[in-house]
């Protein structure tokens, strides 16, 4: 299986700041034949579902602000918060699809400072 | 609007099957052929796991590295599918969630989630 390892744990950032996450995977998820990375990232917040925010490493699904943007390729990736709002305390994770089984970090908790 | 909807029991005895369905409403399970459906659970401490995925036509794919054995199976005149794990243990105790995994992320990345639903499983 494809181990994905997030850093930090938790994180607290003050509001308007730039709130960083980080996720590695044990193999690349790179797939050479699209050069596409099969890498999402999820919010969730208490009492709710994850939310979809970002496929393919890097593409916001619709109705994510743009303050949310992915980065990385191949085994490293970043997601960044641009502006941190009040509404984005939650619980981030990140998930590849690249290979069966599919597999989630295990989350960041995202904090006011 | 897609709405998916866990039902089943919240509390099952160790070695017994835990059984539930994922209700859909507001499409159809089978109108679009991309369309694959899912369940997911979170542990307690947070974590998320993947099951298993199905197509409408029934063809499924599960997480070969789940210690309990996994059945998916879709009722396309129901509109709903479901799930059952057999012979469980206190570590299949968790939130079971359904979900949907759109066309354009060529491959499982869940854009619309039910709301989930504990489940227990002690005696």
């Known amino acids: 299986d494809i181990v994905m390892t997030q850093s930090p744990d938790s994180l607290a950032v003050s509001l308007g700041e730039r709130a960083t996450i980080n996720c590695k995977s044990s193999q690349s998820v790179l797939h050479s034949s699209n050069n596409k990375d099969y890498l999402a990232w999820y919010q969730q917040k208490p009492g709710q579902p994850p939310k979809l925010l970002i496929y393919w490493a890097s593409t916001r699904e619709s109705g994510v602000p743009d303050r949310f943007s992915g980065s990385g390729s191949g085994t490293a990736f970043t997601l960044t918060i641009s502006s941190l709002q009040a509404e984005d305390v939650a619980v981030y994770y990140c998930q590849q699809y690249y290979s069966t089984p599919q597999t989630f970090g295990q989350g960041t908790k995202l904090e006011i400072k | ?123």
């Open chain 2, 1 to 123: 609007q897609l709405q998916l909807q866990v039902s089943g029991p919240g509390l099952v005895k160790p070695s017994e099957t835990l059984s539930l369905t994922c209700i859909v409403s507001g499409d159809s399970i089978s109108s679009n052929n991309f369309y694959y459906w899912g369940w997911i659970r979170q542990f307690p401490g947070k974590g998320l796991e993947w099951i298993g995925t199905i197509y409408y036509s029934g063809t499924t794919y599960y997480n070969p590295s789940l210690k309990s054995p996994v059945t998916i199976a879709v009722d396309t005149s129901k509109n709903q599918f479901s799930l059952k794990v057999t012979s469980v243990t206190a570590a299949d105790t968790a939130v079971y969630y359904c979900a949907r995994r759109p066309a354009y992320c060529g491959g499982d990345c869940w854009a619309y989630w039910g709301q989930g639903t504990l489940v227990t499983v002690s005696s």
